[in-house]
């Protein structure tokens, strides 16, 4: 363990012990190595276009908005080797909620990301990249970490 000294204004940090609060933090160390852990995995994406990574992006839209399922479905339609899944839920006989998880390399999937949450009419989105964890990147790509396979069990 290293320990270092910060100066924070005040408003961040009551935006931090608010944060602390609201996640039932104990001490601001522990609050602040979450927050940093989190800034830096985002930072690695930035850093590394090429980065294998998957991600998360939701975001609420008024369907009856300008054809805007229409322009989200197309937009996904011309990135389908990015998408993995989609899941929708209709909120009320307005509002929807998307949850697209895509995977690919971090600077497309942001790109592709960015490009959901700003379209024309979304109301709220939240986008989350992740690098694929070293080990599981290589038993994908790697078919000697294949799982062994099974002896035919004959039932
Ligand atoms: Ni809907």
Redesign the pocket.
């Known amino acids: 363990m290293q320990r270092l000294t910060i100066s924070l204004d005040h408003e961040t940090a009551a935006a931090l012990d608010a944060f602390m609060a609201g996640r039932g933090y104990g001490n601001r160390s522990e609050a602040v190595r979450d927050l940093l852990r989190s800034g830096l995995r985002d930072a690695a994406g930035e850093q590394d276009p090429m980065l294998p990574c998957v991600a998360a992006v939701s975001y609420i839209y008024d ?1 009856y908005e300008r054809d805007l ?1 229409r322009r989200l479905t197309e937009a996904q339609h011309a990135h389908h080797d990015l998408g993995v899944t989609t899941v ?4 009320d006989h307005h509002h ?1 909620i998307e949850v697209a998880l895509l995977r690919g390399p971090a600077g497309e999937i942001r790109h592709f990301a960015k490009a959901l949450v700003r379209e024309r009419g979304v109301r709220l989105g939240g986008i989350n990249v992740m690098p694929i964890p070293q080990a599981v990147g290589a038993a994908i790509h790697d078919p000697t970490h294949a799982a062994p396979e099974r002896q035919a069990s004959g039932g």
């Open positions: 369907h399922g929708h839920l209709h909120l929807c």
